[in-house]
């Protein structure tokens, strides 16, 4: 079992930066590839960003490619999301999520095992 805990969502201006931590629980945290999703009011969750379980191979939604980066530090158990040049369109939920031990990468949400409960980014014009 996983438990994942988002922090680091807030208010920011356009233009600027947050960066989301997710910390996990548990022991094999290091073998499971993880993922951010996001969801804007009324419509549904959309994939951001994932990794692999060593930090290598990365992938990104065409929308935030070159303005977000994906990392994740296993001796922490924390995955992170840096958001660069935000804009109001940006504004959701962030989600992480945790896919099962020694999996790939993935951006389709149904293949993640585990869930955190989200943490609220607003990006004012």
């Known amino acids: 079992q996983v438990q994942l805990v988002e922090s680091g969502g807030g208010l920011v201006q356009a233009g600027g930066s947050l960066r989301l931590s997710c910390a996990a629980s548990?022991?094999?945290?290091?073998?499971?590839?993880m993922g951010w999703f996001r969801q804007a009011p009324g419509k549904e969750r959309e994939f951001a960003a994932a990794?692999?379980?060593?930090?290598?191979?990365?992938y990104y939604a065409a929308s935030v490619k070159g303005r977000f980066t994906i990392s994740r530090d296993n001796a922490k158990n924390t995955v992170y999301l840096q958001m660069n040049s935000l804009k109001p369109e940006d504004t959701a939920v962030y989600s992480c999520?945790?896919?099962?031990?020694?999996?790939?990468?993935?951006?389709?949400?149904?293949?993640?095992?585990?869930w955190g409960q989200g943490t609220q980014v607003t990006v004012s014009a």
């Open positions: 999520a945790a896919r099962s031990t020694w999996s790939a990468l993935t951006i389709r949400n149904y293949e993640y095992s585990y």
């Open positions: 548990g022991r094999s945290f290091s073998t499971y590839a």
């Open positions: 990794i692999t379980w060593s930090g290598g191979p990365t």
